[in-house]
C-alpha cells in the first residue's frame, strides 16, 4: 500500500518536473523505471475530455516523461487519487477512450497548494 505525499511550493524545487506550467505532481510505477510528471489541464482543454465518464476521485490529467518531452507528447491519463490507480489511453482510438484496467502507482507525490 503506497501513501501519497504532499509537497509544498517551499519544497517543490526537490522534485522532478516541478517548474513546468500546471504541475500538479508525479507518479511511477513497477511496469516503468520513468518519473510520470503530471499537469492540470487549462480551461480551454475541456473539450478533449467531453464525454469522459469519471467516478469518483478520479481526474483526468497530462503526464510527461523525459522522452515524451523531447518527442513533444503529452498524453491525458485519469488517475483515481483514492485507491492509487492510473488509467492509461487505448492505442488507435480517435477519441480519448481510458483502459477499463488501471495501473497500481509505486508513488505519487502531489503539490498541496
Known sequence: MITTR?????NAHRFFGSQRKNYVGSF???????TYVVTALEAED??????????????V??????????AGLKPLVKINLDRHLVYFLVEGAEEPIF?????KMSYLNLLRK
Open 28 to 34: 511511477g510505477h513497477k511496469f516503468n523505471n520513468s
Open 99 to 103: 483502459e477499463s484496467r488501471g495501473v
Open 46 to 59: 475541456a473539450v478533449l475530455i467531453e464525454g469522459v465518464e469519471l467516478k469518483e476521485g478520479e481526474q
Open 61 to 70: 490529467f497530462f503526464i510527461q516523461t523525459d522522452r515524451m518531452k523531447l
Open 6 to 10: 504532499y509537497i509544498t511550493q517551499e
